[in-house]
């Protein structure tokens, strides 16, 4: 038997050949070509340094606020983050700070980590800066807990408390490296999200995410991938970072990512750097398509670490597949952390007996208040009104967590896996099962959760 050539990615190993070539209606999801309007990166982040918006150049910049001993401070993301971009802008722009005197005890990195379990050194070094940047700025970097260490530093109109950790609030400058990108409620990730949830306090995440629920269709209709018009979330998001703004000046270097390597650089004010990714990434991030898959794979390639990331695959599949619950979504992701959230387990277990939308209610209710929330709570509501769309069962997760557990806490299938030399023999099976009841089907290949799939006709 013959296959078509759909490479996909579990963790960092390609799988490829699953689909038989007897299924002709197979298509790969992926943008139009996106051509940089640079050749040479460096040359374009000094172009951005040098010309930012809505700010005065970086060197003046520095060159105002830093005499030896005040801190100038790196906002990087965290280990849930591929942070291509944090390997290749950060040893560039220290560089930089370097060239203008800026001495390298003064210069230092914080994971801005939210709410989410802290890294090792170790993983500090292999999932964020890399070995060699972790070899000549792991002396220099920060973390942040949300628990402690926090201050607060006034309250946003909607009245979310603002509490910035103080390692942040004792900066002279702060440079956030960010990566742009969509966020399933947030509407757009990057820039501003690293100051919240970033390097918030718990009580401020507690306060603004419960703004994305809504008891019936379980997220508010502005919550959505791609957007940010009238999204409670980022909204209040970005009335952080101005009050933070006022407070302690920001340079920020904002990037774009797309298979692999920067296509897009931008610098200056936050707020500005937020507003002009937009265009860009409506250009690089969706995919229109007439018609709902009937079988959808997705891959969440690296970020696959623990299932709580991996819903984001789950997520961009969801935007793909037929909501009749007669479509396939099959994940790949090897989840060696895990379920990665126990806000998210605590959840699903207290639910598991309840039917679907009663399920929604009793989630969103329960764990997703201001009072109760924690980081975590928005998978289940999240994963429930895809349940709506997509039968229990029909998810199958091809990993190497427990299939008792997926089934039955989860709702989904799980295709138990030792190791990627099996995922491939798996992934055929799967291909094979759907084809019995299914001989015809429209089948979409998305290797990327990012990707926003804007279906025309949608079969409910």
């Not at 640079?38 to 910049?61: H, I, M, R, W």
């Not at 002396?139 to 607060?152: A, E, F, I």
């Not at 949830?197 to 919550?223: Q, S, Y």
């Not at 099976?429 to 959760?449: A, C, G, Q, S, T």
């Amino acid at each position: 038997m013959t296959y078509h050539s759909t490479p996909m990615k579990y963790g960092d190993k390609v799988i490829d050949e699953f689909i038989p070539k007897d299924v002709t209606d197979v298509t790969i999801l992926r943008v139009d070509e996106y051509k940089p309007d640079f050749t040479d990166l460096k040359a374009k982040l000094y172009q951005v340094l040098d010309s930012p918006v809505g700010s005065k150049p970086f060197n003046e910049v520095v060159d105002q606020l830093y005499s030896e001993g005040k801190r100038i401070l790196f906002m990087v993301d965290d280990k849930t983050r591929p942070n291509i971009h944090t390997k290749i802008l950060l040893p560039l722009i220290a560089d930089r700070l370097l060239s203008l005197g800026v001495r390298k005890d003064d210069i230092r990195i914080i994971i801005s980590s939210g709410s989410h379990v802290i890294a090792s050194p170790k993983e500090v070094e292999e999932r964020i800066l890399g070995a060699e940047l972790y070899t000549n700025w792991g002396n220099n970097v920060l973390t942040h807990d949300c628990d402690s260490g926090n201050k607060k530093v006034g309250e946003t109109s909607r009245g979310t408390p603002i509490l910035i950790d103080e390692q942040v609030l004792e900066s002279s400058l702060l440079i956030p490296l960010s990566d742009s990108e969509y966020h399933y409620f947030a509407g757009q990730a990057g820039t501003v999200k690293l100051f919240c949830p970033g390097v918030a306090g718990r009580e401020t995440i507690r306060i603004n995410h419960p703004r994305m629920f809504d008891l019936e269709k379980g997220f508010h209709e502005d919550c959505r991938l791609g957007n940010c018009d009238n999204n409670p979330v980022i909204q209040d998001m970005i009335e952080v970072t101005q009050i933070m703004k006022e407070k302690i000046p920001i340079f920020c270097v904002d990037s774009i990512v797309n298979d692999g390597e920067i296509v897009y650089l931008q610098a200056g004010d936050i707020i500005e750097c937020h507003k002009t990714a937009s265009p860009p990434l409506r250009d690089l991030r969706v995919v229109d398509v007439d018609e709902p898959g009937d079988l959808v794979f997705v891959s969440v390639g690296e970020l696959g670490v623990n299932l709580y990331q991996a819903g984001k695959g789950i997520h961009a599949a969801w935007n793909a597949i037929r909501h009749d619950k007669k479509g396939w979504i099959v994940l790949l992701a090897p989840c060696e952390d895990g379920i990665g959230s126990a806000g998210y387990a605590d959840a699903m277990h207290a639910a598991k007996d309840l039917e679907v939308q009663d399920a929604l209610k009793f989630v969103i209710e329960t764990f997703c208040s201001e009072q109760t929330f924690k980081i975590g709570n928005q998978k289940p509501p999240d994963l429930f009104r895809i349940l709506r769309d997509v039968e229990e069962g029909n998810i199958k997760v091809i990993s190497g967590l427990d299939p008792d557990e997926l089934r039955s806490i989860y709702r989904m299938e799980g295709c138990s896996v030792k190791d990627h030399t099996e995922v491939q023999g798996q992934l055929r099976d799967l291909v094979i099962r759907f084809l019995k009841e299914n001989p015809n089907p429209k089948v979409y290949v998305l290797d990327d959760p990012g990707l926003l799939i804007n279906v025309k006709n949608q079969i409910h």
